[in-house]
């Protein structure tokens, strides 16, 4: 079966600006969460979202948003983008939510805001 | 909050050589204990998953790891490492409650041919 796709893989953007990335989870799986993978600050969870509606949300500011469709796809969004954003944004699917089902990763976006 | 610990941010070994790496983690309740591993230009992959049973956990690769409570860890090992294990190794936890990961900071790992 497919694995978890995310668009684009690459983005440059300039500061102010701002970017949606998007996340096709694993057929079936109704889970998706979002991390922002840094150098300084490692993997960091953004927010999870499961039948469409945001379940958790990770310490970030307000210009970091989402939203998920009924066929379970993700899109993030950044707004007025610093040069701090800069990072690699990470899509992970699950199955349902909780205990028992894994993560399975997407290859990432890798967005560079200069 | 919980939080995960990798204390080995580093490290080197040789082919054959065995490998240990630590994870702790600092939350009260029942957690489920994930090892991810990340080669060089690769998305992040699953190596082992802990909910519960038998601490001692099997993954792919030859990889165990061993939950032990009562030191809140769950310590990754391979008895013979191998050049193609070079990579980036992640510990993370989640509680039963949610469904958000805390990762480690992560290990770099190489293997001298």
């Known amino acids: 079966k497919a694995g978890v796709t995310q668009t684009p893989r690459y983005l440059i953007k300039t500061r102010g600006q701002q970017v949606t990335l998007s996340c096709s989870p694993i057929s079936g799986h109704r889970s998706v969460s979002w991390y922002q993978q840094t150098p300084g600050q490692g993997l960091q969870f953004l927010f999870e979202?499961?039948?469409?509606?945001?379940?958790n949300k990770g310490n970030f500011p307000g210009r970091f948003s989402g939203r998920q469709f009924s066929n379970s796809r993700s899109e993030m969004n950044v707004s007025t983008l610093e040069l701090g954003d800069s990072a690699l944004y990470l899509c992970?699917?699950?199955?349902?939510?909780?205990?028992?089902?894994?993560?399975?990763f997407g290859s990432g976006t890798r967005l560079t805001v200069v | 909050a919980q939080s995960v610990s990798q204390h080995n941010h580093h490290v080197i070994l040789s082919e054959a050589a065995s490998l240990e790496l630590g994870c702790n983690y600092s939350y009260g309740g029942t957690v489920n204990l994930f090892w991810y591993v990340q080669y060089p230009g690769q998305h992040l992959q699953l190596l082992l998953k802990y909910f519960s049973g038998d601490p001692l956990v099997k993954g792919i690769k030859g990889f165990e790891a061993e939950f032990i409570k009562s030191k809140f860890s769950f310590n990754l090992r391979k008895p013979s490492v191998q050049w193609s294990d070079t990579a980036e190794y992640f510990c993370a936890v989640n509680n039963n409650a949610g469904n958000m990961l805390t990762f480690g900071g992560g290990t770099r790992l190489m293997v001298k041919p």
């Open positions: 979202y499961f039948s469409e509606t945001q379940r």
């Open positions: 992970a699917s699950s199955l349902n939510r909780g205990q028992g089902d894994g993560y399975t």
